[in-house]
């Protein structure tokens, strides 16, 4: 099969790439590389069944050949990229939707869109399974991403209604594993660089809000699932029901990275959710889906990767990241 | 002062331009005609200060000469309207809010963008202040207006951030008067339409569900008020506190008629909200403004322009308004 994966250069998309390349597929990823990079997708290469196509999904865009799968992953996913690209993230959540749709629609083929626990936003149902309706602040400084996405699945749903796209939606919870970027902001990378650092490790508030954490190898079995094992809709929940404590994860990577690392208490973000975990009652029954990789050893071999790959990686510093993220 | 009406010949649009041009102002209505008619702004020609220009906002658009501020009121407002058109109402909200803010962006203009009381969806706190965060499915079919709008506003506050535009939200509740479309599917031009024609007036599930409605005059008011008179960004609920069931509102109307009809309970819609009622602390405060037009005086001329100019007007078959929504 011949899939097109959008954001296909990023933390999700390479590891759907990769696997899909492992298995024999053919795989277009389409990406503007702002918050991708070609470093994820360059082992790729050698398979000859890669192809990357540096483009912003944003404009109009168009795959030549027959396409039977689409993967449209590309936007900002980290509150510090979103929040210095909100109009640029609002715009990948509507036009590049509407490009993939309108896509599938030519190639007839099925779409799968990355959507996001964010929908539930600071929710008061807990756990949260598919049918709440979430408790997102349209106004606040996250709403820029949790908006997008939100009219991004209505947008998918109508396409599927008023076009016949075969389209569905996965909800992905907090994912981590190798290749995350280590200055993205997010609290797994943050609290591993600092932990290997031998830096304190900084907690937002008083690291009581939780949240729940998969490993990516789960989760890119469940989003390929989705893909080519079923024409259901969704909107489907994939994430690891382990929820823990910021404070308690933060402590757990100390000592599996044999740090010296202390916590250190900072200011919590606007509108920060308190409580994340998903009922995944779902993807078990729709995708015969549940995680498989252990939470420790799936933070085990991130930060192996870290101590590795990360450390050998030119590391952008933070004045670097911002330049690319405004160029 | 030269004011941008998107949507310039709909039902709120028409009346927002025809109290500008009468303040002496110059109005270029910008309107598709999908749910807007020309003969809402006939009368206004001839005053040499309105122009409308026939238009889809989705598409880029410039307007020459100097603009002082921009209303940017296109979009189906109508379940009927944009159940049919879900795909357009998405692409009004988004890609139509980016075009109008591109606009007050290159003139240096105020914009004011018409959100509604659907970013509340069906509310678990009543009233509504604007500080409530909404309780909307995303994925149900309601979901194409209610995320388009709740989007078009984080796009809004995202370009006040990110681009210096002067821009604020009104979130309008249930408005009525002369010019609703009596074949929109709302429930006013419906009970006013089926009281006048002696059919029984339908009223949706048992009726205890609640509105509250605003006369046209006061919210044009509040509307100019947010324009002319600040730049807050908002949002800022517009809207009559005055709160009364369907199965109430419906004999009302029928002895304002002097009808005979009779009540008659059908199915209710999805999602359909159970109690809507405005907080307007904020519109006072703000904009010292507050609804100085009795219900009952509004639904008596709504009535009397049912009576006189409706019935005189070309009367649509659902058939014709279906034909002219679908192609």
Same mark, same amino acid.
């Given at each position: 099969?011949?899939?097109?994966i959008?954001?296909g250069a990023g ?18 990823a ?8 070609r470093?994820?997708? !360059? ?6 069944r890669?192809? *990357?196509?540096?483009?912003? =999904? +944003?404009?109009?865009? %168009?795959?030549?050949?027959d396409?039977?799968g ?11 990229d979103?929040?210095k ?7 990948v959540g509507?036009?590049?939707?509407q ?8 190639k ?6 990355a959507?996001?626990?964010e ?12 049918t709440?309706w979430g408790h997102v602040?349209p106004?606040?400084?996250r ?11 209505a947008?998918?749903?109508?396409y599927r ?5 075969d389209?569905g ?7 981590f594993?190798?290749?995350?970027r280590?200055?993205?902001g !997010? ?5 591993v660089?600092?932990a *290997?650092?031998g830096?304190? =490790? +900084?907690?937002?508030? %008083? ?5 729940s954490?998969?490993?990516?190898d789960?989760?890119?079995?469940a ?12 909107p ?7 929820e823990i404590?910021?404070?308690?994860l ?5 000592e ?13 973000p606007t ?18 889906w549940s ?5 420790e ?19 952008l510093?933070?004045g ?8």
């Open positions: 099969m011949r899939i097109v959008t954001g933390f999700l998309g390479s590891h759907l790439s990769e696997t899909l390349v492992a298995r024999g597929h053919e795989v277009v389409v990406d503007n590389l702002v918050t991708g990079r470093a994820n997708v !360059r082992q790729l290469k050698a398979s000859g890669f192809e *990357l196509i540096e483009h912003d =999904v +944003t404009e109009p865009f %168009d795959v030549d050949g396409v039977d689409i993967l449209h992953f590309a936007s900002a996913a980290s509150p510090v979103y929040l690209l909100p109009i640029e993230t609002l715009r509507s036009q590049g939707t490009n993939a749709l309108e896509l599938a629609a030519r007839g083929a099925r779409l799968v869109f959507s996001t626990s929908v539930y936003g600071d929710p008061q149902v807990h756990p949260q399974p598919e709440y602040n106004v606040g400084p709403g820029v991403y949790d908006e997008a996405k939100r009219y991004a699945e947008l998918v749903l109508a209604e008023a076009r016949g796209v389209a939606i996965v909800r992905i919870f907090n994912t594993g190798p290749r995350m280590p200055n993205d !997010r609290a797994i990378p943050n609290f660089r600092q *290997l650092a830096e304190p =490790v +900084t907690v937002s508030g %008083d690291g009581e809000q939780t949240r954490i998969c490993y990516v789960d989760l890119v079995a989003i390929l699932a989705m893909l080519l094992e079923t024409h259901d809709p969704g489907v929940n994939i994430g690891n029901p382990h404590s910021m404070r308690d933060a402590q757990w990577i100390i599996l990275a044999g740090s010296s690392s202390t916590l250190e208490f900072i200011e919590r509108d920060d959710p308190t409580v994340r975990r998903p009922d995944t009652t779902k993807a078990q029954r729709l995708l015969g995680p498989q990789v252990p939470v050893t799936g933070l085990q071999r991130t930060i192996e990767w870290f101590r590795t790959e990360a450390a050998s990686a030119p590391v510093t933070p670097q990241t911002e330049e690319i993220l405004n160029r």
